[in-house]
C-alpha cells in the first residue's frame, strides 16, 4: 500500500495562529513542582454547599436530558429577577437571555452571531487572554487599545480610544470589573465609551463576571463603606439595545467547573446568539442550570459577604507583594493584582515565572499572556488571590525568599 504524500495543512491557520493557553498551563506547571497557585482565577475553597445541594437534588430528581437550548425556564426567570434588583433592568427571559457553557462560550458565540470577516473590534490592552483567540474565531480583526498604570491606577487615553473607532468598527469588548489590572470603569468613561459606540454604530460585548467583586480602597477593611458600585454598560443610556452582557454562575458563585453562563442581549441579537450556541454547544448541563437558579435567588447578604471575603484577601496580599519588591496597586474590583517586575532584573516575564515556580514555589501568569506583542507585559505578572486564607498565606511565606 503506497503512504499518499500530504499535501493539505491538516491544521487550520485559525487554529495554528494562536497557543494554547497560557494560563491553564500554569496550572499544570504549579502541579508538576508543586507550587502554590497563583495563576488560573479558580478558587481553592468549597464552593458553597446548599448551591452544591440544590445541584445533587437536580440530578435525583432527574433533570437529566437536554434543557430549552437557550436555558431552562426557571434559570432564565432567575436572572430575569436577579438582574432587576442588581441592575435595575428590566429584561425579557423569552427574547433576551441565552443560556450558555460558561461566559467564555457566551463571548464567543455572540462574536459569532454578529461579527462578519474583516470587521474590526476594539479590545483594552491587557486584555483577558480568551479574547485574542475569540476574534481570530469569529474573523474579526482586533483593534487594541492600552490601558495604562500610572500612580492614580489604570487609564486610558481617551484620543487613542476615538482613533480606534472607524466604519469598520463592529463592537468593542469591555471586561468590567477588568481581568487582569483590576480596574473599574468609571461612570464617566463608560458613558464617553457608549458615545463612540453610539457615534459609530457598534454594539458592547461587556464581560461582567466580576460584578460582585469590588472593593474599597485599600486598607479601610472589609465592608466598609466606600465599595465600589458595579455600573453594567446596559444602564448607561442608550446602550441597553447594542450591549451583550456576558455573565455566568463560575466567579460569583465560585463554580467555575460548572460551565454555566448567560448573555443578555437585544431581542435580535440574542436570537442570532440562539442559533450559534445551539449548534456549538445545544445547551447548558440541565441540573447545574436548576442549581443557577437556587443560586441567583439567594439573599443580598450572599453578595455582602462574598464582596467583604475578597476585600479582606486583596488586603492581605497586595501589601505582601509591595513588601517583596513587585509594583503594583491595590485593584479596584475582580480577583487579579497584575504587577511590574522589573525590580527582579529578569530579562522577560517568561524567564522570572519560570524561576517563581521551581524556585520560589509560587505560580502566577506571565503578563506577555495578556497582550497582542508580548514584549508589551515581559515585565509584568498577574497574580490572583481568589484562594484559601491558608493558600495566600503558604504564598506570603515563600516570597519572603524573593527579598
Ligand atoms: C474576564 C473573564 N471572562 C471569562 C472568564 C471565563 O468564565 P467562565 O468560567 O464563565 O467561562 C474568566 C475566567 O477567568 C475571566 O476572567
Redesign the pocket.
Known amino acids: 500500500m503506497t503512504t499518499p504524500t500530504r499535501s493539505k495543512n491538516r491544521i487550520s491557520k485559525k487554529a495554528a495562529s494562536f497557543t494554547e493557553s497560557v494560563i491553564r498551563e500554569m496550572t499544570r506547571e504549579a502541579a508538576k513542582y508543586g507550587a502554590v497557585n497563583l495563576g488560573q ?1 479558580f478558587p481553592d475553597f468549597a464552593a458553597p454547599e446548599d448551591i452544591k445541594r440544590r445541584a445533587q437534588e437536580a440530578i435525583a430528581e432527574d433533570f437529566n436530558q437536554y434543557a430549552i437550548t437557550w436555558g431552562t425556564k426557571d434559570f432564565r426567570d432567575a436572572i430575569v429577577e436577579k438582574t432587576s434588583w442588581f441592575l435595575g433592568l428590566d429584561i425579557d427571559p423569552e427574547t433576551e437571555i441565552t443560556v450558555t457553557c ?3 462560550e457566551g ?1 464567543i458565540a455572540g462574536m459569532m452571531a454578529t461579527v462578519d470577516p474583516g470587521e474590526e473590534v476594539i479590545v483594552f490592552e491587557p486584555f ?1 487572554e ?1 479574547y485574542a483567540p475569540d476574534a481570530i474565531l469569529s474573523d474579526a480583526k482586533p483593534v487594541h487599545v492600552a490601558l495604562e498604570f500610572s500612580e492614580s491606577g489604570w487609564t486610558f487615553d481617551r484620543d487613542a480610544l476615538r482613533d480606534a473607532f472607524n466604519n469598520k468598527t463592529k463592537a468593542i469588548i469591555l ?1 468590567n470589573p477588568n ?1 487582569p489590572t483590576g480596574k473599574v470603569f468609571t461612570r464617566d468613561e463608560m458613558e464617553f465609551l457608549a458615545g463612540l459606540c453610539i457615534e459609530f454604530d457598534a454594539i458592547c460585548f461587556t ?1 461582567e ?2 460584578e460582585h467583586i469590588l472593593f474599597g480602597e485599600q486598607g479601610q477593611g472589609a465592608g466598609d463603606v466606600g465599595v465600589r458600585e458595579h455600573i453594567s454598560m446596559a444602564q448607561i443610556d442608550g446602550m441597553r439595545e447594542r450591549t451583550v452582557v456576558v455573565n ?1 454562575l ?1 466567579k460569583t458563585y465560585s463554580v ?1 467547573g460548572w ?1 454555566v ?1 448567560y448573555c443578555i442581549a437585544p431581542p435580535d441579537i440574542s436570537s442570532a446568539i440562539r442559533k450559534v450556541h445551539d449548534f456549538l454547544t445545544v445547551g447548558a448541563a440541565h441540573p447545574l442550570q436548576k442549581a443557577g437558579a437556587y443560586a441567583l435567588s439567594l439573599p443580598k447578604s450572599y453578595y455582602t459577604e462574598l464582596q467583604q471575603d475578597y476585600q479582606r484577601k486583596r488586603d492581605f496580599i497586595v501589601p505582601v507583594l509591595q513588601d517583596v519588591g513587585f509594583k503594583c496597586g491595590s485593584p479596584e474590583g475582580a480577583y487579579y493584582v497584575m504587577a511590574d517586575i522589573a525590580e527582579f532584573g529578569f530579562s522577560d516575564d517568561i524567564e522570572f515565572t519560570k524561576y517563581l515556580i521551581r524556585d520560589i514555589g509560587v505560580a502566577v501568569v506571565p503578563g506577555s499572556s495578556f497582550y497582542h506583542d508580548a514584549s508589551l507585559g515581559s515585565q509584568q505578572v498577574r497574580f490572583c488571590f481568589c484562594k484559601k486564607d491558608s493558600t495566600l498565606e503558604a504564598a506570603a511565606e515563600r516570597f519572603e525568599k524573593l527579598r
Open positions: 482565577g460558561g461566559s467564555t463571548m483577558y480568551n471586561c481581568n464581560d463576571i466580576y455566568s463560575s467555575t460551565r453562563g
